[in-house]
Protein backbone atom coordinates (compact mmCIF):
# COMPACT_ATOMS: atom_id res chain seq x y z
CA UNK A 1 0.00 0.00 0.00
CA UNK A 2 1.62 3.21 -1.02
CA UNK A 3 1.05 6.32 1.50
CA UNK A 4 0.57 9.38 -0.12
CA UNK A 5 3.28 12.61 2.01
CA UNK A 6 4.10 15.95 1.52
CA UNK A 7 6.64 18.87 2.02
CA UNK A 8 6.48 22.52 1.93
CA UNK A 9 8.66 24.93 2.40
CA UNK A 10 6.98 28.41 3.89
CA UNK A 11 9.44 30.59 2.79
CA UNK A 12 8.33 34.34 2.81
CA UNK A 13 5.23 33.41 2.17
CA UNK A 14 2.14 35.66 3.87
CA UNK A 15 0.59 33.31 6.25
CA UNK A 16 -2.98 33.28 4.26
CA UNK A 17 -0.74 32.17 1.32
CA UNK A 18 0.67 29.45 3.09
CA UNK A 19 -2.46 28.03 4.49
CA UNK A 20 -4.18 28.13 0.88
CA UNK A 21 -1.01 26.34 -0.49
CA UNK A 22 -1.90 23.91 2.52
CA UNK A 23 -5.87 24.08 1.82
CA UNK A 24 -5.16 23.71 -2.29
CA UNK A 25 -3.74 20.05 -1.74
CA UNK A 26 -6.28 19.13 1.45
CA UNK A 27 -3.37 19.23 3.83
CA UNK A 28 -4.81 18.54 7.54
CA UNK A 29 -1.85 17.98 9.22
CA UNK A 30 1.27 19.72 9.30
CA UNK A 31 4.72 18.21 10.88
CA UNK A 32 7.11 20.80 11.11
CA UNK A 33 10.77 19.07 10.36
CA UNK A 34 12.81 22.33 11.92
CA UNK A 35 14.65 21.75 14.52
CA UNK A 36 13.89 25.00 16.15
CA UNK A 37 10.46 26.41 15.24
CA UNK A 38 10.84 29.90 14.60
CA UNK A 39 11.94 32.54 12.06
CA UNK A 40 13.92 35.37 12.97
CA UNK A 41 12.45 37.23 9.48
CA UNK A 42 9.17 35.75 9.50
CA UNK A 43 7.70 35.49 13.41
CA UNK A 44 4.33 34.29 11.96
CA UNK A 45 6.18 30.86 11.61
CA UNK A 46 7.49 30.84 15.37
CA UNK A 47 6.19 27.81 16.91
CA UNK A 48 2.88 29.46 18.89
CA UNK A 49 1.78 31.70 16.39
CA UNK A 50 1.59 29.22 13.54
CA UNK A 51 0.25 26.43 15.32
CA UNK A 52 -2.71 29.01 16.57
CA UNK A 53 -3.13 30.17 12.69
CA UNK A 54 -3.25 26.80 11.67
CA UNK A 55 -5.55 25.66 14.71
CA UNK A 56 -7.85 28.26 13.24
CA UNK A 57 -7.93 26.39 9.42
CA UNK A 58 -8.49 23.34 11.20
CA UNK A 59 -5.10 22.18 10.50
CA UNK A 60 -3.13 19.85 13.29
CA UNK A 61 0.38 20.95 13.92
CA UNK A 62 3.43 18.83 15.12
CA UNK A 63 6.56 19.79 16.05
CA UNK A 64 9.25 16.59 15.11
CA UNK A 65 12.77 18.63 15.63
CA UNK A 66 14.23 15.00 17.58
CA UNK A 67 12.87 13.03 14.94
CA UNK A 68 13.40 15.01 11.63
CA UNK A 69 15.70 18.04 12.66
CA UNK A 70 18.82 19.09 10.77
CA UNK A 71 20.40 20.53 13.37
CA UNK A 72 21.78 17.53 15.18
CA UNK A 73 24.74 17.47 17.97
CA UNK A 74 24.77 13.61 19.12
CA UNK A 75 28.49 12.71 17.67
CA UNK A 76 27.37 9.65 16.99
CA UNK A 77 25.24 11.47 14.12
CA UNK A 78 27.97 13.63 12.47
CA UNK A 79 30.55 12.52 10.41
CA UNK A 80 33.55 15.33 10.30
CA UNK A 81 31.86 17.45 12.09
CA UNK A 82 28.56 17.04 10.14
CA UNK A 83 25.19 16.44 10.44
CA UNK A 84 24.95 12.43 8.23
CA UNK A 85 21.87 12.10 7.17
CA UNK A 86 22.19 7.89 6.95
CA UNK A 87 23.46 7.83 10.39
CA UNK A 88 20.10 10.05 11.50
CA UNK A 89 18.14 8.14 9.24
CA UNK A 90 19.17 4.80 10.72
CA UNK A 91 18.91 6.82 14.39
CA UNK A 92 16.19 4.88 16.80
CA UNK A 93 13.99 8.74 16.64
CA UNK A 94 14.08 8.39 13.17
CA UNK A 95 12.78 5.60 12.54
CA UNK A 96 9.99 5.90 15.07
CA UNK A 97 9.31 9.50 13.44
CA UNK A 98 8.77 7.63 10.33
CA UNK A 99 6.60 5.03 12.06
CA UNK A 100 4.22 7.63 13.80
CA UNK A 101 4.15 9.27 10.12
CA UNK A 102 2.81 5.98 8.60
CA UNK A 103 0.53 5.93 11.28
CA UNK A 104 -0.99 9.46 10.81
CA UNK A 105 -1.39 9.01 6.80
CA UNK A 106 -3.44 5.27 7.76
CA UNK A 107 -5.83 7.21 10.41
CA UNK A 108 -6.64 9.74 7.19
CA UNK A 109 -4.39 12.72 7.51
CA UNK A 110 -2.93 14.85 4.59
CA UNK A 111 0.45 15.41 6.00
CA UNK A 112 3.03 18.17 4.89
CA UNK A 113 6.25 18.22 6.34
CA UNK A 114 7.22 21.89 6.75
CA UNK A 115 10.72 23.49 6.88
CA UNK A 116 12.03 26.84 5.80
CA UNK A 117 13.56 26.60 2.32
CA UNK A 118 11.23 27.15 -0.58
CA UNK A 119 12.92 24.82 -2.73
CA UNK A 120 12.93 21.36 -1.52
CA UNK A 121 16.19 20.81 -3.69
CA UNK A 122 18.13 22.89 -1.15
CA UNK A 123 16.28 21.57 1.94
CA UNK A 124 16.93 18.17 4.59
CA UNK A 125 13.63 17.88 3.99
CA UNK A 126 14.43 15.96 0.68
CA UNK A 127 17.78 15.11 1.06
CA UNK A 128 17.55 13.42 4.36
CA UNK A 129 13.47 12.59 5.11
CA UNK A 130 11.99 12.35 1.99
CA UNK A 131 15.04 10.19 0.82
CA UNK A 132 14.18 7.61 3.46
CA UNK A 133 10.55 7.96 3.00
CA UNK A 134 10.46 6.92 -0.66
CA UNK A 135 11.93 3.15 0.38
CA UNK A 136 9.33 3.32 3.35
CA UNK A 137 6.01 2.61 1.34
CA UNK A 138 5.63 6.58 0.68
CA UNK A 139 5.02 8.63 -2.39
CA UNK A 140 6.09 12.20 -1.77
CA UNK A 141 4.72 15.31 -3.57
CA UNK A 142 6.91 18.56 -3.17
CA UNK A 143 5.15 21.61 -3.12
CA UNK A 144 6.41 24.48 -4.53
CA UNK A 145 5.72 28.33 -3.94
CA UNK A 146 3.33 28.83 -7.12
CA UNK A 147 0.95 25.67 -5.41
CA UNK A 148 2.43 23.43 -8.73
CA UNK A 149 3.86 20.18 -7.17
CA UNK A 150 6.51 18.03 -8.15
CA UNK A 151 7.20 14.38 -7.19
CA UNK A 152 10.66 13.17 -5.40
CA UNK A 153 11.60 10.71 -8.71
CA UNK A 154 11.70 14.21 -10.89
CA UNK A 155 13.14 15.72 -8.04
CA UNK A 156 16.08 13.27 -8.13
CA UNK A 157 16.28 13.94 -11.64
CA UNK A 158 16.85 17.33 -10.64
CA UNK A 159 19.61 16.55 -7.85
CA UNK A 160 21.63 14.35 -10.74
CA UNK A 161 21.79 17.20 -12.59
CA UNK A 162 22.82 19.54 -10.14
CA UNK A 163 26.26 16.70 -9.14
CA UNK A 164 26.81 15.30 -12.82
CA UNK A 165 30.08 16.96 -13.06
CA UNK A 166 30.95 16.41 -9.66
CA UNK A 167 30.37 12.79 -9.77
CA UNK A 168 32.04 12.42 -13.29
CA UNK A 169 35.25 14.38 -12.30
CA UNK A 170 35.55 13.14 -8.52
CA UNK A 171 38.27 10.29 -7.65
CA UNK A 172 35.92 9.47 -5.01
CA UNK A 173 32.87 8.05 -7.23
CA UNK A 174 35.28 6.63 -9.94
CA UNK A 175 33.58 3.05 -9.40
CA UNK A 176 30.10 4.92 -9.82
CA UNK A 177 28.19 3.17 -13.00
CA UNK A 178 24.66 2.45 -12.14
CA UNK A 179 21.73 4.99 -12.00
CA UNK A 180 21.53 3.91 -8.35
CA UNK A 181 25.02 4.52 -7.56
CA UNK A 182 24.94 7.75 -9.32
CA UNK A 183 21.71 8.86 -7.38
CA UNK A 184 23.54 7.69 -3.76
CA UNK A 185 26.81 9.37 -4.63
CA UNK A 186 24.16 13.12 -5.32
CA UNK A 187 22.67 12.29 -2.61
CA UNK A 188 26.15 12.50 -0.65
CA UNK A 189 27.14 15.19 -2.01
CA UNK A 190 23.96 17.08 -1.40
CA UNK A 191 24.72 16.15 2.34
CA UNK A 192 27.70 17.34 2.81
CA UNK A 193 26.90 20.82 0.97
CA UNK A 194 23.94 21.22 3.42
CA UNK A 195 24.27 19.55 6.66
CA UNK A 196 24.46 21.58 9.48
CA UNK A 197 27.97 21.48 11.18
CA UNK A 198 28.65 21.39 15.30
CA UNK A 199 30.57 24.46 14.49
CA UNK A 200 27.55 26.59 14.25
CA UNK A 201 25.91 25.46 17.46
Known amino acids: MKLTIYTIGHSKHGIGYF ?17 VAASRFNPQ ?24 GARQTSPELLTNGKVD ?8 KFRAGVDRLKDGV ?12 A ?50 TSNLFASVATLEERLAAAYQLQNQDIAFSSEQS
Open 19 to 35: IDLLKTWSINCVVDVRS
Open 45 to 68: YNKNKLSASLKEADITYLHMPDEF
Open 85 to 92: FQKMRKSS
Open 106 to 117: KKGYTIALMCAE
Open 119 to 168: DPLECHRFSMVSADLKNNGFDILHILKDARTISNSELEQELLKKYKKKIL
